[in-house]
């Protein structure tokens, strides 16, 4: 890491817990290599959520493994959030360092690939979605939120939340988690455009 990025000061931790207080303050880069974790998935998720919404300001670049990809995009999947696949080439990582936070893909196509979505039934029949059903999964896609959404299209939580839940029926989609990997699929992104 350190040839890569000697403009950095790197340091490493075993797991979040040891992360104190006064590093995170002054950082504005995290990389947490979760593939390793032989946690329960959803609670390290949880506590990276947790510091996730205390350090907005810090760029959090996360390696998956497809097996902990739903819980990652369920609770990781954030603007200041990118999801890296644990068997992504270590150029991708430094593109993705290097890009910064606000140019950053916050997927890798590497979990997004066919054989991460052949997990997910989606079937490759066309769904009819209406143009605002369209307009608000582009938007969450993008890292938006319901509030973030309802301000710009200005209309409430409520009609932005019931076009949500509208288009997962649609879809067939039961949780957050099969919604973000069917809008980062290649048919979401058909769909989309």
């Not at 403009?7 to 006064?22: P, V």
């Not at 493994?65 to 990118?82: F, I």
């Not at 893909?105 to 066309?126: C, G, K």
């Amino acid at each position: 890491m350190r040839t890569h990025f000697p403009e950095y000061e790197i340091i490493s931790s075993a797991s979040a817990e040891d992360l104190t207080l006064l590093q995170l303050r002054r950082s504005g880069l995290v990389i947490a290599d979760l593939a390793g974790e032989s946690e329960d998935p959803r609670s390290v998720c949880e506590h990276y959520y947790s510091l996730i919404s205390q350090y907005r300001e810090i760029h959090w670049v996360f390696m998956v493994s497809r097996s902990w990809y739903s819980q990652a995009v369920e609770l990781l999947m954030c603007p200041t959030a990118t999801l890296l696949s644990d068997v992504e080439p270590i150029e991708n990582l430094v593109k993705t360092v290097r890009s910064g936070n606000t140019h950053a893909e916050r997927i890798s196509a590497m979990l997004t690939s066919p054989a991460m979505t052949e997990t997910h039934d989606f079937s490759y029949r066309s769904v009819i979605l209406t143009l605002s059903e369209r307009k608000v999964l582009r938007l969450l896609g993008k890292g938006w939120g319901i509030n973030q959404i309802a301000s710009l299209l200005k209309k409430s939580n409520k009609t932005i939340s019931a076009q949500k839940n509208s288009a997962m029926r649609r879809l067939a989609i039961h949780s957050n988690a099969e919604m973000y990997a069917w809008i980062n699929s290649a048919q979401g992104a058909r769909e989309l455009n």
